[in-house]
C-alpha cells in the first residue's frame, strides 16, 4: 500500500508541501488544491508529487448535491471531478449528500428511494459529462446515507452502471450498530469480498463505542479503537500494494506521524 495522509500540512510552496510528506514516508496525499487554483499552481502541485514518488489518491469534494444550495454544489462537483482528471488523481471522492441543510448530516429522506434515484441520475450525469480515461468518480460511504453497507454500495455500482464510477474503502463508516462494531472482521472481509472489483482507494481511521445504555461510536485516531487494521491492511495489500491509503481527520501533523508511525509498525 502507498500510505498518506488526508490533510494539507502549512507549507509555502509545492516544493515544501511535498517535501513535508516525503521525509516522512508519505507515498500518497489528498490534492491539497481545488478547482479555482491557478493552473500553473496546479501543475507545480502535480510535478512536486511526481518528483518524490507521491500519488495523488484523491481529489475531495465535501458537500451534499441534494442540499440547500444544490445547483452551486453539483457544479463544484463536476469541477473537482474535471480537476481529478486532469491531475490523474486515482478518484474524486465525495458523499452522496444529506437532504437537508448541513452536508453531511442525518435527515429521513437520506433513506427514501427518491433521494437514492436522484443520486444514481446525478453520478450517471457526472460520468457521461466528464468522459473520464484517469480517474473515477467515488462516494465514501456512510451510516446514514448512500452507500451506508458493502452490499448497498455494491448494488449502487451495479445501478450507476458507469466505468467512471467506482468505490472509496472506509471501513469505519460501516461500522453503525452494535453488531457490526463487534463483526468488525467479518465486516472487513465482506466489504472486500464484494467490492475488491471496484475499490480504487481507500481512508485509514479507528472507533470505539462509549460505555453506556445507549449507542455512542466515536471516531478515534488508528489505533485507539477496535478497528482490527491487521485484517484491513491484509485485505488492502492482496488487492493492490500500490493502494493509496489516507489517514484523516486529525488535528495535525504530529497526531498524523503517530498514527503513520502505528500503522507503519503492524506492517513491517
Same mark, same amino acid.
Given at each position: 500500500?502507498?500510505?498518506?495522509?488526508?490533510?494539507?500540512?502549512?507549507?509555502?510552496?509545492?516544493?515544501?508541501?511535498?517535501?513535508?510528506?516525503? =521525509?516522512?514516508?508519505?507515498?500518497?496525499?489528498?490534492?491539497?488544491? /481545488?478547482?479555482?487554483?491557478?493552473? =500553473?499552481?496546479? /501543475?507545480?502541485?502535480? @510535478?512536486?508529487?511526481?518528483? @518524490?514518488?507521491?500519488?495523488? *489518491?484523491?481529489?475531495?469534494?465535501?458537500?451534499?448535491?441534494?442540499?440547500? /444550495?444544490?445547483?452551486?454544489?453539483?457544479?463544484?462537483?463536476?469541477?473537482?471531478?474535471?480537476?481529478?482528471?486532469?491531475?490523474?488523481?486515482?478518484?474524486? $471522492? +465525495? $458523499? =452522496? !449528500?444529506?437532504?437537508?441543510?448541513?452536508?453531511?448530516?442525518?435527515? *429521513?429522506?437520506?433513506? %427514501?428511494?427518491?433521494?437514492? =434515484?436522484? +443520486?444514481?441520475?446525478?453520478?450517471?450525469?457526472?460520468?457521461?459529462?466528464?468522459?473520464?480515461?484517469? %480517474? $473515477?468518480?467515488?462516494?465514501?460511504?456512510?451510516?446514514?446515507?448512500?452507500?451506508?453497507?458493502?452490499?448497498?454500495?455494491?448494488?449502487?455500482?451495479?445501478?450507476?452502471?458507469?466505468?467512471?464510477?467506482?468505490?472509496?474503502?472506509?471501513?469505519?463508516?460501516?461500522?453503525?450498530?452494535?453488531? %457490526?462494531?463487534?463483526?468488525?472482521?467479518?465486516?472487513? +472481509?465482506?466489504?472486500?469480498?464484494?467490492?475488491?472489483?471496484?475499490?480504487?482507494?481507500?481512508?485509514?481511521?479507528?472507533? @470505539?463505542?462509549?460505555?453506556?445504555?445507549?449507542?455512542?461510536?466515536?471516531?478515534?485516531?488508528?489505533?485507539? !479503537?477496535? $478497528?482490527?487494521?491487521?485484517?484491513?491492511?491484509? @485485505?488492502?495489500?492482496?488487492?493492490?500494494?500500490?493502494?493509496?491509503?489516507?489517514?484523516?481527520?486529525?488535528?495535525?501533523?504530529?497526531?498524523? +506521524?503517530?498514527?503513520?508511525?502505528?500503522?507503519?509498525?503492524?506492517?513491517?
Amino acid at each position: 500500500m502507498r500510505l498518506g495522509l488526508n490533510y494539507v500540512p502549512v507549507h509555502s510552496s509545492p516544493e515544501e508541501w511535498a517535501e513535508i510528506l516525503s =521525509s516522512k514516508g508519505y507515498r500518497a496525499a489528498s490534492f491539497p488544491a /481545488d478547482y479555482r487554483t491557478p493552473v =500553473s499552481l496546479i /501543475d507545480a502541485y502535480v @510535478r512536486a508529487a511526481q518528483s @518524490r514518488d507521491i500519488k495523488i *489518491a484523491e481529489v475531495g469534494i465535501w458537500n451534499s448535491p441534494h442540499g440547500t /444550495d444544490a445547483q452551486t454544489a453539483r457544479q463544484v462537483c463536476l469541477e473537482q471531478f474535471r480537476l481529478a482528471e486532469y491531475v490523474r488523481a486515482v478518484c474524486c $471522492v +465525495n $458523499v =452522496s !449528500g444529506a437532504a437537508g441543510e448541513r452536508w453531511c448530516g442525518c435527515y *429521513a429522506e437520506n433513506f %427514501t428511494e427518491k433521494l437514492y =434515484s436522484e +443520486n444514481v441520475d446525478f453520478i450517471r450525469s457526472l460520468c457521461d459529462t466528464v468522459k473520464p480515461r484517469y %480517474t $473515477v468518480y467515488a462516494l465514501e460511504p456512510m451510516q446514514w446515507m448512500v452507500p451506508d453497507s458493502p452490499e448497498q454500495y455494491l448494488q449502487f455500482i451495479k445501478d450507476v452502471d458507469r466505468p467512471g464510477f467506482a468505490a472509496h474503502m472506509d471501513i469505519v463508516n460501516f461500522i453503525k450498530d452494535p453488531f %457490526t462494531y463487534t463483526h468488525t472482521d467479518e465486516l472487513i +472481509n465482506r466489504a472486500f469480498d464484494l467490492l475488491s472489483p471496484y475499490i480504487k482507494s481507500c481512508h485509514l481511521k479507528d472507533c @470505539r463505542m462509549d460505555e453506556g445504555i445507549t449507542v455512542a461510536i466515536r471516531e478515534v485516531p488508528a489505533g485507539e !479503537g477496535i $478497528v482490527n487494521h491487521k485484517v484491513y491492511l491484509d @485485505r488492502i495489500n492482496r488487492l493492490d500494494p500500490e493502494m493509496p491509503v489516507l489517514l484523516e481527520h486529525l488535528p495535525d501533523m504530529t497526531a498524523f +506521524n503517530k498514527a503513520f508511525d502505528y500503522v507503519r509498525g503492524i506492517t513491517v
